[in-house]
């Protein structure tokens, strides 16, 4: 099979690196990609030649005879290029664009959470500033403020006062900030708990359940510094046990998916929940995506012990059901860890063409992977490129050892102005 992954970040390094370890596969683009999609000798990259429209995406589809197509980011997802591309007859890993409003719009998700019984925070949504700012007056804080559409992780704020809800509400709703992604707001309840990323791979019916594991989001140690993408993730999470895999499935999952099919669509592709899990270890959930999480993708593929390839396939073939769930033998029975390294200036504007430094010892342990994220190929060097750079990610059979290895690794690339956390891995997040 001749596979393209759309996106440019290490969730989609990631993926393409999984999908060409596949007994079944023939050749993986990546568009637009990084540097690291050009160093890969198993890998192409197709750079960016214009304006990126879903035609574009379509003309390199036929220019490559594309067998399949797996679309990384959330805004593809949101503005239709699954359906364009099923109307072609490919077949396209991700849901469509009436589904992936679960991701593109708070207020539709949550009203979709409340319509099928679905636990979450409880919620107001509003249109008018006024009538939002009034009812912050009246609120207990923390209270979470969330604009409606996506905000590439710049539009949710956990706030503590007053004050902070209407600085909050006219950044959003008066100076339009964020666009028109800011134009109505979902203000919830504080939910306090673990927060997890369970992610599932799903065909409208049958389901494939991922590792759940955390991604740290702050971007300083002990969850200090703003929010970001993402700065790592861990696996195992200990305060997790098998029956509250399986109430997370039967109360989140399956009416997701019931819900779906009740608005006369199917949900293939990925669903990420997002979940807040209590001290008592009920889930409520913080967000869906439609797609997979970054990090956490640069650890779930190399937890990922079997074939990345049939299920994607058997996920996305129209109107059939034929993802069939795998046994335990499919993942590794291991700890996982990732380090995500960070450019000055992030999260806000990052610095960007500085000299990547990578040490000659960084391929040589095959339970080790650098993946990359914002880069770039500059004269022969490789160069910095976006506010998250370079991802190492590792598994093994003790999180305390791995921890020194995939930091060992970390160590051994340089560049000016390197800022990662210290701490993945050691603690577990959580909200208090
Ligand atoms: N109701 C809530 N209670 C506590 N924390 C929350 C709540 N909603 C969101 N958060 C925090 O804010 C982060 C971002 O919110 P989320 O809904 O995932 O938006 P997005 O990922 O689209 O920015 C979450 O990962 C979580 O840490
Ligand atoms: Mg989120």
């Given amino acids: ?165 209407l600085l909050a509400l006219q950044h959003l709703m008066k100076q339009r900030t964020l666009g028109e992604a800011g134009k109505c707001v979902v203000i919830e309840e504080f939910m306090a708990g673990f927060e997890v990323s369970f992610i599932v791979l799903t065909d409208g019916r049958n389901i494939v359940k991922f590792p759940i594991c955390q991604d740290y989001k702050n971007l300083s140690n002990s969850g200090k510094g703003p929010n970001t993408g993402g700065m790592g993730a861990h696996f195992p999470l200990p305060f997790l046990n098998e029956n509250m895999l399986s109430k997370f499935e039967e109360e989140i999952v399956r009416p997701v998916l019931r819900g779906v099919e009740n608005m006369g669509h199917v949900y293939k592709g990925f669903l990420y929940c997002g979940l807040m899990v209590s001290e008592s270890g009920e889930a409520r959930v913080l967000e869906f995506n439609c797609r997979l999480g970054d990090p956490e993708t640069q650890l779930l593929m190399l937890l990922m012990k079997g074939d990345f390839l049939p299920l994607l396939e058997n996920a996305c073939r129209k109107d059939e059901f034929s993802l069939s769930d795998v046994s335990t033998e499919f993942w590794h029975q291991r700890a996982g860890l990732c380090v995500v390294a960070s450019a000055k200036g992030y999260p806000g504007e990052a610095l960007k063409g500085d000299v990547i430094e990578v040490g000659r010892q960084i391929g040589d342990d095959p339970n080790i992977k650098f993946f990359h994220s914002g880069t770039e190929i500059l004269d022969g060097n490789l160069i910095t490129n976006g506010g998250r750079v370079l991802t190492i990610s590792g598994i093994g059979e003790n999180k305390d050892a791995l921890r020194n290895k995939v930091y060992e690794k970390m160590s051994q690339i340089k560049f000016n102005g390197k800022h990662y956390r210290n701490d993945i891995g050691l603690t577990e997040i959580r909200e208090k």
């Fill in 1 to 165: 099979m001749r596979i393209l992954v759309i996106g440019s970040g290490g969730r989609e390094h990631a993926i393409a690196w999984k999908i060409s370890q596949s007994t079944i596969v023939s050749k993986v683009y990546v568009f637009p990609g990084n540097a690291g999609i050009d160093v890969d000798n198993q890998l192409i990259r197709i750079p960016v030649s214009g304006p990126v429209s879903n035609e574009h995406i379509g003309k390199l589809v036929n220019e490559n005879n594309i067998d399949m197509v797996v679309i990384g980011p959330e805004g593809f997802l949101v503005t239709g290029l699954v359906d364009y591309l099923q109307r072609k007859g490919l077949l396209v890993v991700g849901p469509t664009k009436a589904v992936a409003a679960l991701e593109g719009s708070k207020i539709f998700s949550k009203v979709f959470m409340r319509n099928n019984g679905i636990p979450t925070a409880d919620f107001e949504i509003f249109y008018d500033f006024d009538k939002a700012a009034d009812y912050i007056k009246g609120s207990k804080f923390p209270i979470v403020i969330k604009a409606n559409g996506l905000a590439g992780g710049k539009g949710v704020f956990v706030v503590k006062s007053q004050e902070e809800a």
